[in-house]
């Protein structure tokens, strides 16, 4: 115990006679150095500590960041690639060899690869991508590539060239997907547009396609050849610039109510065009909706049904001509009929009594006809029965039947026919119909012991009848509106039809007819018919159908 006593002892002697000896022989410059160096080692283990964390947390982040941008591509079904430039070697990830086919076995993809599973027709588009890539930097393109198995689809590809120092070209990144299933709906939907625009181009209605906000985007042929303007005047709201003025605030707060709301569209309206020409348009409209049932715009059509308001005036014009016109001489009818009643046995005179009746009958008859006659013209309903009958026998027939009128308000009627006229082929009852009017209405504008000449004549190959009267005559201005449908001339019947249903009848035997009159000189009216099967060499059953046509466009261009 002593000897270790004694050596613990001779140690801690030893280490204080160090001590000492360093307090004596190290200066204080020597230790601000040493403790300088201490803080040195100090500061950099612990940048080193500091930087260790660092690189570990950017490798974290790194870490997280791949697996999310591997999230994404799953997500997009994209696969990834990147081409080194110096080596040419590409990788790619597992995505990648998927959309080739490949769940394994694709090997080493190189540019060879990847030229071979592209369609050979796409690859001048694939080379110009590539060459506008090493300007632009960017690469984007959608081709075609022939799978493992055969298939064929149609990929995405997008990618960024990547420089390196000195600004040379390193690497190529990118990403590519199938949009196969997109490209299909895209042809489809194209298919469909052109399909649209075929069936809207040969429509024999007017089409038109809005946006959402009511915007045009499309009109079709016949939507310009009604409203009077191209497709680049309709587009937007230059479509409204063919309401008619009157109409134009009415339709534009309908339109607006219609697509602020997402309901339908049904109005009629009145367009002008540019000419100045008016029609009658019935508009329709409903929205294009989304599979959710979002509204995408509107689709609709404009249908001209000016012939169908002129018809439509037509059917109002009859019930009130009827409720007037015709009343008239019916009560003229029963009222002669009871005054014959009552004197019987008296000494009156029955025989004015019976022309007052039967004038008022032909003129109810004559009236109902006219409307008869008007309505099958129309509607083309009315066709020639033609058969051989002697001109000069109608002739004859029409004034016994116009006999009594005559007699009752006092004029002579007096015939000049022409014994060389032939027979010939025509409608009998429809040129009846044509003198009836023709002769009622010289009848009516005659004044009283006055007379009216019908004369009948061969012109070479022609036929002509004229119907002269006494009367007032016609001012020149009224001529031009003789022949009008529903004409208020002052010369025509109370219908404004008679006339109108003369010179389609006389036009639809291939014929013409004509006025001839001075103001206070009285009135010739005349037509002529060809003495042939037609008219100009033209066949029978034809003449009548062209008639109808002329009838049909001058009623559709009639203001209503």
């Known amino acids: 115990m002593d000897v270790e006593e004694a050596r613990r002892r001779r140690r801690r002697w030893s280490g204080l006679c160090c001590l000492r000896l360093l307090v004596i022989v190290i200066t204080p410059t020597t230790w601000v150095l040493l403790l300088a160096c201490a803080a040195l080692v100090a500061v950099s283990l612990q940048l080193r500590y500091r930087a260790r964390q660092e690189r570990s947390q950017m490798a974290r982040h790194l870490h997280e960041r791949e697996e999310r941008l591997a999230l994404v591509l799953e997500a997009a079904e994209m696969g990834w690639w990147e081409h080194d430039l110096r080596s040419g070697a590409i990788e790619r990830d597992r995505r990648h060899d998927q959309i080739y086919g490949y769940g394994s076995g694709l090997g080493e993809f190189t540019i060879e690869a990847f030229l071979r599973h592209a369609l050979p027709a796409d690859h001048d588009r694939i080379s110009a991508a590539i060459c506008a890539a090493a300007e632009t930097g960017?690469?984007?393109?959608?081709?075609?590539?022939?799978?493992?198995?055969?298939?064929?689809?149609?990929?995405?590809?997008?990618?960024?060239?990547?420089?390196?120092?000195?600004?040379?070209?390193?690497?190529?990144?990118?990403?590519?997907?199938?949009?196969?299933?997109?490209?299909?709906?895209?042809?489809?939907?194209r298919e469909s547009e052109e399909r649209f625009r075929q069936l809207a181009f040969a429509a024999p209605v007017g089409i038109f396609r809005t946006d959402l906000s009511g915007g045009c985007v499309y009109t079709n042929p016949r939507w310009h050849r009604l409203a009077g303007l191209s497709f680049e005047q309709s587009l937007g709201d230059g479509w409204a610039s063919a309401v008619h003025p009157e109409d134009r605030e009415r339709v534009l707060t309908e339109w607006r109510n219609a697509t602020h709301r997402g309901q339908e569209f049904d109005l009629e309206f009145r367009v002008r065009t540019p000419a100045g020409a008016v029609r009658w348009i019935q508009a329709h409209a409903g929205a294009i909706r989304s599979e959710r049932g979002e509204p995408l715009g509107y689709v609709g059509t404009n249908d001209d049904v000016t012939e169908k308001k002129a018809i439509e005036q037509l059917r109002r014009d009859v019930v009130s001509m009827l409720s007037h016109d015709i009343k008239n001489p019916l009560m003229a009818i029963r009222g002669y009929a009871e005054i014959l009643r009552e004197n019987l046995h008296d000494s009156c005179d029955a025989e004015a009594s019976i022309d007052a009746i039967e004038s008022a009958a032909e003129q109810a008859m004559s009236l109902a006809l006219n409307f008869l006659e008007a309505d099958r013209i129309e509607s083309g309903l009315l066709e020639l029965r033609r058969a051989r009958a002697s001109l000069n026998e109608i002739v004859e027939r029409v004034i016994g039947q116009?006999?009594?009128?005559?007699?009752?308000?006092?004029?002579?009627?007096?015939?000049?026919?022409?014994?060389?006229?032939?027979?010939?082929?025509?409608?009998?009852?429809?040129?009846?119909?044509?003198?009836?009017?023709?002769?009622?209405?010289?009848?009516?504008?005659?004044?009283?012991?006055?007379?009216?000449?019908?004369?009948?004549?061969?012109?070479?190959?022609?036929?002509?009848?004229?119907?002269?009267?006494?009367?007032?005559?016609?001012?020149?201005?009224?001529?031009?509106?003789?022949?009008?449908?529903?004409?208020?001339?002052?010369?025509?019947?109370?219908?404004?039809?008679?006339?109108?249903?003369?010179?389609?009848?006389?036009?639809?035997?291939?014929?013409?007819?004509?006025?001839?009159?001075?103001?206070?000189?009285?009135?010739?009216?005349?037509?002529?018919?060809?003495?042939?099967?037609?008219?100009?060499?033209?066949?029978?059953?034809?003449?009548?159908?062209?008639?109808?046509?002329?009838?049909?466009?001058?009623?559709?261009?009639?203001?209503?």
């Open 138 to 189: 960017r690469f984007s393109l959608e081709w075609r590539i022939r799978r493992k198995d055969g298939e064929i689809r149609w990929v995405e590809g997008h990618g960024k060239l990547e420089r390196d120092g000195a600004g040379e070209p390193a690497r190529f990144v990118g990403a590519i997907r199938d949009v196969t299933c997109r490209k299909v709906m895209e042809e489809a939907l």
């Open 402 to 560: 116009q006999a009594a009128r005559a007699r009752f308000k006092g004029v002579q009627l007096r015939a000049d026919v022409d014994a060389a006229l032939p027979p010939f082929e025509l409608d009998r009852s429809l040129i009846e119909r044509v003198l009836a009017n023709l002769l009622s209405n010289a009848i009516k504008f005659s004044p009283a012991g006055g007379a009216v000449d019908v004369a009948t004549r061969r012109d070479g190959d022609r036929a002509t009848v004229s119907v002269r009267d006494h009367g007032p005559g016609i001012d020149a201005d009224n001529v031009s509106r003789l022949f009008q449908r529903y004409s208020r001339s002052g010369r025509s019947d109370s219908t404004g039809l008679g006339l109108f249903i003369v010179r389609t009848l006389v036009e639809a035997h291939g014929g013409s007819v004509g006025v001839e009159s001075e103001r206070g000189a009285g009135a010739v009216f005349a037509f002529s018919l060809p003495l042939g099967a037609a008219a100009a060499g033209e066949p029978c059953e034809r003449a009548a159908p062209r008639a109808w046509a002329r009838t049909r466009e001058r009623i559709a261009a009639a203001p209503v």
